[in-house]
């Protein structure tokens, strides 16, 4: 508030001001005609010019600030958000299946990974550094076998349309969906590019300055991406094995939807990501995120959380959000109605379809065998060619 009347008291200056000018040039122009000493009013006129164009300056620069600060304010939760502090007043809506019983003590997914050769944490941290992994054999066959098996069903049964985009955005882009300028430090970048830390933003900005028709309303797309996220703020945090990685695989459900019917949108999406859970039969369950946990660009956030066994724990393997028009704003993405009416921002929504690392890390643990070997889920066995995943020789 201050900025702005800052802005107002500069802006109604410089108007002052340039009337002002005015009433100079044609007292100039009058005296021309009457052959009279016009230096006094040329100096003064150059004055207010100088003074003018400092005011301009100055309007600008404070209108970059009103920017900043606003490009800072989070989405504003929706009237049925839970309210809370932090994690733990999140409420769980549903779940889905049952815990598997073991007759032994199961292993984490990275034990059962190294052990069977399929996960080598150790190589990769030599190329690279750490949290980052490399397949063997059948691991690396599951990684790609659920990216197939992802986008076969969201394109063949949930109406999506697959997408390719870049693995590299810009600045605009980042800021469009709401990564810029608050979570820069979270990015991995290039002299010009920001890699992407979720297909969400290449996806979305597809129609970035773009107006699409009512009747096309709901766009529904889906698109495979590695993603790079610094994890800057997790250090301590979930270091061992896939869930917390610099690199990982995704796929992620977009939509574009009309305001009136963008929550019934959120509800629909997020089913399409626990139908994957529900087909590769892991027991998961939905929290709904209180005012406390909720990301920065969304309205209304439903998790999906994997059961994880050998950790005895639940792991967030899908977040599903409405942002409503928070990203549309910020990337002017309208639809036109057909009534003629003038254009309106449309609603965004995304979702994992899922994590693919963390549902690796699901498999290994869900699927787990006493001998060390584990079994492939039944709806992944023709993507696999196999049945059962063994040591490697």
Known sequence: MEKDNERRGLIQK????????NQFSMKIAKAKGQGGDLEREKAEMRRISNEIKDLDTRIRDVESAMEAMAMEIPNIPHESVPVGSDPTDNLVVRSWGEKRRYDFTPKDHWEVGENLGILDFKRAAKITGARFTVSWGLGSRLERALINF????????????????????????????????KFEEELFRTDDYFLVPTAEVPVTNLYRDETLAEEDLPVKLVAYTPCFRREAGSYGKDTRGLIRQHQFNKVE????????????????????????????????????????????????????????????VYREISSCSNFVDFQS??????????????????????????????????????????????????????YMGVDLIGPMS
């Open 14 to 21: 410089a108007e002052e001001l340039k009337a002002a000018r």
């Open 150 to 181: 992802m986008l076969d069903v969201h394109t063949n049964e949930h109406g999506c349309t697959e997408v390719w985009t870049p693995f590299m955005t810009n600045r605009d882009s980042m800021t469009a969906t709401g990564q810029l300028p």
């Open 253 to 312: 459900l977009v939509r574009f939807a009309h305001p009136e019917r963008s929550f019934t949108d959120l509800e629909e999406l997020t089913s399409d990501a626990e139908d994957i859970l529900k087909k590769l039969g892991l027991h998961y369950r939905v929290v709904v995120l209180c005012t406390g946990d909720l990301g920065f660009s969304s309205a209304k956030t439903y998790d999906l959380e994997v059961w994880m066994p050998a950790q005895e």
């Open 329 to 382: 704003r910020r990337g002017q993405i309208r639809y036109k109605p057909k009534q003629g009416k003038k254009t309106e921002l449309c609603h965004t929504l995304n979702g994992s379809g899922l994590a693919v690392g963390r549902t690796v890390a699901a498999i290994l643990e869900n699927y787990q065998l006493p001998d060390g070997t584990v079994k492939i889920p039944e709806a992944l066995r023709p």
